[in-house]
């Protein structure tokens, strides 16, 4: 009998609620916040099948209303102004996706994705953006970009190697100079698997198994790929 208000906690939202309902000239506010998750997978010495069922934060978001060849000109979200091109990070990578067209009604590009030119959109007019209509990640034609004029799109950073595993001298990885013993990722290429291994160094990095030293931290993996993790003994 009545042990639901020993929680202090249940009481003070009770109340909240009886005062409200008495005082109609009380407006209710509604607060949101951007949605925040995290997913947890174990690491054991061996080959498994990884994916990343999460997206990164949204940096803009808006609709497009007007397209000049490949850029791309947004009203940007309430609130919202400034060159697009100042929010993206030196080593990231950005994509613009279709959410939805701004009447609601149903569009064959909504999910789409293209690439975004980071360079030239720097130095590109605010609100505007400007997409690599060459890349191979785009999932639509650049046709179809004179289509989007009442599309709501936002704009995202990729997934890399780096923001997936970490790099630098806070990765809890296993980094080694030889290739058998550092912990490698097996990704997807469309034709067979690039590998990269995390290289042991005054700050590891990730490396292609291929050759050569260049730093593979940004490699892209892009939303719906998943990958192949190789955990070493270390």
Known sequence: KGSVFR???LRG???AVCFLCLCPGVRAQTAASSVGAMT???LPNQLIALGVPLLRPVVAAGTVSAVSGNALTLVLSIGDSGALGQRFQAGESYFLEVVGQVDGSDSTTVGQRFEINEGASAGAAAGVVVVDS???LNTSAASTLATLVGARVVIRPHWTL???FGSG???SLNASETVAKADQVYLWNGAGFSVYYLRKGASPEWRSVSGGATNQDGVIVPP???LYFR????
Do not use: E, M
């Open 224 to 226: 719906g790929v998943g």
């Open 13 to 15: 939202l009770l109340s």
């Open 40 to 42: 947890y997978q174990a």
């Open 231 to 234: 955990r070493q003994d270390g």
């Open 162 to 164: 780096k923001s997936i």
């Open 134 to 136: 060459n890349s191979a």
């Open 7 to 9: 929680a202090p906690w």
């Open 169 to 171: 001298s806070g990765t």
